[in-house]
């Protein structure tokens, strides 16, 4: 606090506050309160990553906050109510639209059912609302119904006030309100269960509706992303690139997956679909056709596998172009078109003459390998429009970027997707970042952000856009991009030559060093972390059935992609992880495979989750341990310093 000496700059800043806090009586109240904030218990978080656009199984998750709900309807209710009634009062929170239609058809709904219901619903709304402040309990609770909700939550149960509630209730029956009082509680039930959401990337690709995925993030109270490889080539579309574009729609045919693009974001393949069929109508394509991701294949396979085929030769002419703009980035060995001999159907790798499993390729003109055709130009040119004109994606996409970033470091933790690229020596490895040349480390991952968001937001049409665009190609396939974090994506090569040996992807040295606690240290130093921090990782799935621990380096990393994606659960052995950060405790759940929405509903199945303790902490946490903690403290100091303003006549109290 300063008494004296307030320079221009405090005064202005001052004067700004003032128009907050009018008077010393209104600055005090505020330092109260927030001091009294400082010591109440630190929300939960929830880490999550990979998704892959398993919406119904992360909407499930979400809804049940990854089985905190139950444990908590568990502890109340455990000997009062049965198994069953315990199941659906948590069915009723996670769906509480869908599960009352249910209901009533079944004829289970009467007044008396109604009171108990809100009766208990209260209750766990009560319990998930002890650590928090009113107004954030308030700020959950809709409009309308917020004062009703907070009398209820409000109810101590003594007779003097028993007749009032009593009256309160029947009023909700007798005007028709039961069923909204029910959704909205449940809605404030599941809000207050997590304080806190991270997504530690990959939200997008392989499962059926990355787009229904974003619409909950985007509307979600608190939520931050770490992007991912998957993501950034969306992000990358989203910018215009057309390499991206490419990219994305490689993607999305060749796991038979079209509803995001189509369906969500409104982008018609048809200019595709027409392109396929004129030049490779005759071809089979058996190199092209789509993997099967437990959704049924849009239309037919074979056509599914020209347009395959036609968006792969797409990818691999405008990769080829962007990296002949781009040397610094290391890639020559990638552009491949020009080693190929059309005559022989042969290509030279390394010195080694490999025949190519298809020897058509209609509009690659053997002189200039890399040129679009008058089709083809005309194809990318009506994507791209698609592309631009796709409102949604474009407002998912600034979500993207104003929620999230490369990296986050929050509550002492390191989160990140991919990787921090490292040499085999353990350096750090150098990252090609436009005109801010090579850089390592904590500032390579900085000017990769700036990189990354300058390819969105930098006007069309001049260089810096370009090069912007370019880089956000990089992040998701580049040899040291921090979230790709292999040496090459063996695309090519998996489609045209048979010899496996040319398909190897190897993995950045920084895999090497998981295990070891002391390169984890320095990459949280590196961050300006202490070594009682975490690194929470996603991006490579963690082979749980075959013995993998998703704890390493002694328990500093703890990498949470468990396969929430239905085609990496055979290699995980389990459907996702959730790691929780309360006031108590650090711990991970491992879930079980998501049957269906339906079933949820229908016959109250809910995801089996196995909790296991990370890390009990020394002492309960408070608001006063974490950022937010800080942020209230420094906030404290300047309304101290405004009392002193006004104290001293600096600043004067504004009346009325």
């Known amino acids: 606090m300063r008494e004296t000496g307030f320079d221009h700059r405090d005064i202005r800043y001052l004067e700004l506050l003032r128009k907050q806090y009018k008077t010393i009586q209104e600055a005090s109240a505020e330092v109260a309160h927030l001091r009294a904030v400082l010591r109440l218990p630190k929300g939960t978080e929830h880490f999550l990553s990979d998704l892959h656009g398993e919406h119904a199984a992360f909407l499930h998750i979400l809804h049940n906050a990854s089985g905190v709900i139950k444990r908590k309807i568990n502890d109340l209710y455990a000997d009062l109510l049965s198994t069953k009634e315990r199941d659906m009062l948590s069915t009723l929170i996670y769906y509480p639209d869908e599960k009352l239609a249910l209901l009533k058809k079944q004829r289970v709904v009467c007044d008396e059912w109604y009171r108990l219901t809100i009766y208990r619903l209260v209750e766990v709304c ?15 609770m809709p409009k309308g119904m917020g004062s009703l909700i907070e009398e209820l939550l409000l109810s101590d149960g003594t007779p003097d006030k028993d007749g009032y509630y009593r009256e309160v209730m029947q009023s909700i029956l007798e005007t028709g309100q039961a069923d909204a009082m029910i959704i909205a509680l449940s809605r404030v039930i599941q809000a207050l269960a997590i304080d806190r959401l991270h997504i530690i990337g990959d939200i997008f690709d392989r499962g059926p509706r990355a787009d229904l995925i974003m619409d909950a993030l985007e509307n979600y109270h608190q939520v931050d992303v770490q992007w ?16 991206c574009i490419a990219q994305v729609i490689v993607t999305s045919v060749k796991y038979g997956n079209l509803e995001t693009l189509e369906v969500g974001y409104g982008i018609s393949l048809r200019p595709l679909s027409t392109l396929a069929m004129t030049c490779y109508g005759d071809d089979p394509c058996e190199a092209f056709l789509p993997r099967d991701n437990g959704e049924e294949l849009h239309e037919d396979e074979m056509e599914l596998a020209r347009m395959h085929k036609a968006a792969a030769i797409l990818q691999f002419k405008l990769e080829g172009q962007l990296l002949a703009r781009h040397p610094e980035y290391g890639m020559e060995s990638r552009r ?18 490999y025949p190519l499993r298809s020897r058509l390729f209609p509009t690659i003109d053997p002189a200039d390998p890399y040129a679009l055709t008058p089709l083809e130009r005309e194809v990318m040119d009506r994507l791209t429009l698609e592309f631009a004109h796709s409102e949604k994606l474009q407002r998912h996409v600034q979500f993207l970027y104003s929620a999230g970033g490369m990296y986050l470091r929050c509550n002492g933790n390191l989160l990140y997707h991919g990787c921090i690229p490292m040499e085999a020596d353990g350096s750090f490895a150098p990252i090609p970042v436009g005109s801010r040349g090579k850089q390592r480390g904590r500032a390579a991952i900085d000017a990769a952000d700036m990189m990354a968001r300058q390819g969105y937001f930098s006007t069309l049409g001049q260089k810096a856009r370009q090069d912007g665009q370019d880089f956000l190609w990089y992040l998701g396939s580049g040899p040291n991009s921090p979230l790709f974090g292999k040496s090459k994506m063996a695309t090519f090569e998996r489609y045209f030559i048979a010899d496996k040996a040319t398909h190897t992807e190897t993995k950045n040295a920084y895999y090497d060093f998981q295990d070891d606690e002391a390169t984890a240290l320095r990459i949280l130093a590196e961050f300006g972390l202490a070594e009682t921090g975490f690194i929470i990782n996603g991006h490579v799935p963690v082979k749980l059935g075959q013995g993998e621990s998703p704890i390493k380096a002694g328990g500093r990393l703890l990498v949470i992609d468990g396969g929430l994606s239905r085609a990496y659960q055979p290699v995980t052995g389990i459907a996702g992880y959730t790691l929780i950060f309360t006031s108590h405790e650090l711990s991970l759940v491992a879930h079980q495979p998501f049957e269906s929405t339906a079933s949820a509903i229908s016959a109250e199945q809910d995801i089996h989750s196995v909790h296991s303790l990370v890390k009990q902490m020394p002492r309960r946490l408070l608001i006063a341990d974490t950022d937010d903690g800080q942020a209230l403290r420094e906030r404290i100091d300047d309304l101290m310093a405004l009392i002193a303003a006004y104290r001293s006549g600096v600043v004067k109290e504004a009346r009325g």
């Open 336 to 353: 491949l078109l020009h080693l190929i001999d059309y005559e022989k159907g042969t290509i030279e790798l390394d010195g080694t003459v």
């Open 126 to 140: 009560r319990v998930c609302s002890v650590k928090y402040t009113r107004k954030r309990v308030r700020d959950a």
């Open 228 to 243: 991912g490889n998957h993501d950034i080539a969306w992000m990358g579309a989203a910018a215009l690139s057309e390499a």
